[in-house]
């Protein structure tokens, strides 16, 4: 029973219900006017701390496409919180007038923290360099709709694997999956940080390599997952500076990648995928976008307990 659940994290729904998640959100994508009245009556609030293009946008689609109404702030300093406004009372009032929320913070755990103190379903939608699981979901329903299921299928993850929130949170799901492996390409300073190998790949026996070269590997890959360098996370300048550059897929590394290698990446991209890649059919960006918002629809359907 997903109705007034949280979801914050990876863990925090089983594979049952992201089963049911995601089986709802392929019957939107095959009929979506057949929802166009679903959350009549009904209203979401974003809470955006941090900036947002595709995550703000395709919530706030996701419910008008329901039939449902939006209340929110984009930018915190047009709220009270430039007052001062604690965490804990900003989202107790806003349950005073919404019956869903979503929250994106630069703080890690801030989302949890707020759901403690509200009844109302509450959704991280990026804390931190930690975790994002509506993410997760969009890449999901991707990979569903290219390749029919997640199983045995090696994924590369190439970019900014320390401070990539979107990588933490698709590597915690996809470890709960057979066959998966992963190749995790960056620099040595942007690896994926210590709990994730630790607590999450050794844990579940989850093969992987650690490399520093896309091309030797890209002919085997399912999927790979590209990533901007998360400058917003670095301490100074002169390091992203540095590693910014590191990895650049162009066409011409393209033709290292095998047939029915599909790129993705959760956008906004930088330079790390060169414009010269969008036309190739392998190239699944944006339709990775649009899925976010199938998928978004499907959650607030389930968190609401319409369907
Ligand atoms: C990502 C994020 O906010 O973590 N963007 C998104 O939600 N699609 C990735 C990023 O900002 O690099």
């Given at each position: 029973m997903l109705k007034g659940r949280n979801l914050i994290d990876p863990s925090d729904f089983t594979r049952e219900e992201f089963r049911e998640i995601f089986d709802l959100?392929?019957?939107?994508?095959?009929?979506?006017?057949?929802?166009?009245?679903?959350?009549?009556?009904?209203?979401?609030?974003?809470l955006f701390y941090e900036p947002s293009t595709r995550t703000r946008?395709?919530?706030?689609?996701?419910?008008?496409?329901?039939?449902?109404?939006?209340?929110?702030?984009?930018?915190?300093?047009?709220?009270?919180?430039?007052?001062?406004?604690?965490?804990?009372d900003t989202i107790r009032t806003i349950e005073c007038y919404a019956d869903v929320a979503v929250m994106r913070h630069?703080?890690?755990?801030?989302?949890?923290?707020a759901s403690r103190y509200v009844k109302m379903p509450l959704i991280n939608a990026g804390d931190g360099g930690h975790q994002?699981?509506?993410?997760?979901?969009?890449d999901i329903l991707t990979i569903e709709r290219l390749k029919g299921s997640v199983e045995n299928r090696i994924y590369g993850f190439c970019g900014d694997l320390k401070f990539g929130r979107t990588v933490h949170s698709l590597i915690k799901f996809l470890s709960n999956y057979e066959g998966v492996r992963f190749i995790l390409i960056s620099p040595e300073e942007l690896r994926l940080p210590e709990y994730?190998?630790?607590?999450?790949?050794?844990k579940h026996h989850i093969p992987f390599q650690e490399v520093?070269?896309?091309?030797?590997?890209?002919?085997?890959?399912?999927?790979?997952?590209?990533t901007r360098v998360q400058r917003e996370r670095f301490f100074n300048e002169e390091d992203y500076i540095r590693l910014k550059d590191r990895f650049i897929l162009d066409r011409e590394k393209m033709q290292h990648a095998g047939k029915e290698t599909y790129i993705l990446h959760p956008l906004p991209r930088v330079n790390e995928i060169s414009p010269e890649v969008d036309d190739d059919p392998r190239a699944q960006y944006?339709?990775?976008?649009?899925n976010g918002m199938y998928v978004r629809m499907a959650l607030i359907l389930k968190l609401l307990g319409i369907y």
């Open positions: 959100a392929h019957q939107i994508v095959a009929n979506p006017e057949k929802f166009n009245k679903s959350c009549e009556g009904k209203i979401l609030a974003t946008f395709s919530f706030e689609s996701a419910m008008l496409r329901l039939g449902g109404q939006i209340i929110g702030f984009s930018e915190p300093n047009s709220s009270s919180v430039a007052k001062g406004e604690s965490i804990a630069p703080k890690e755990g801030a989302p949890r923290v994002h699981p509506t993410q997760t979901l969009t994730i190998r630790e607590e999450i790949l050794k520093e070269k896309m091309e030797p590997y890209m002919g085997e890959l399912d999927f790979l997952y590209m944006f339709s990775q976008a649009k």
